[in-house]
């Protein structure tokens, strides 16, 4: 009793199992290749079930049961083809400026960080809302909030 090698996982096996114990693939098959010459296995031409076998090594072959043969898969259908003039005028017609979702009246909804920030920090924050888009409301309550703690600030007892 020798140790050889699996022909499929390549792992060490017994020479005198009927499997490889670790991929179950059958080791007679491959002992009678073995003792056959190279000249002969030259000869041996497998049938079309030998040729397009698919085996991953996770059990031993019944050949009682037929094999499966892989089919070609069917071509794809070659795409329809259009003038050029249809594709123009379809992007034409998808090509518009987004726009940012609008509060009222056209104006820039304030993100709530933008509130808060304005809140903790005016003096840096509410130049923020001079950007295009921010409501006079907005602006007006964000500068009049700067201006109140200016204001409290300026009048607080040194």
């Known amino acids: 009793m020798a140790l050889i090698e699996c022909y499929e996982c ?15 693939a059958p080791m007679a098959e491959q002992q009678a290749r073995a003792q056959v010459p190279p000249q002969a296995q030259a000869q041996v031409v497998p049938g079309p079930a030998q040729a397009s076998t698919i085996s ?20 794809e259908p070659l795409p329809k083809v259009m003038p050029a003039a249809a594709g123009r005028r379809r992007r034409q017609q998808v090509e518009e400026p987004v726009q940012p979702p609008s509060a009222v009246a056209g104006s820039r ?4 960080w933008l509130k808060i920030m304005v809140f903790l920090l005016p003096m840096v924050f509410v130049w923020f809302l001079l950007r295009s888009g921010y409501s006079a409301k907005a602006r007006l309550f964000g500068f009049g909030w700067l ?3 200016i204001l409290a600030s300026s009048l607080s007892p040194k």
């Open 56 to 75: 991953f090594g996770s059990l031993p072959r019944n050949r009682a049961v037929p094999e499966a043969v892989a089919l070609a898969p069917e071509p």
């Open 109 to 112: 909804p304030v993100e709530g």
């Open 147 to 149: 201006a109140l703690l």
């Open 10 to 24: 390549k792992k060490s096996i017994s020479s005198e199992a009927p499997a490889c114990i670790h991929c179950g």
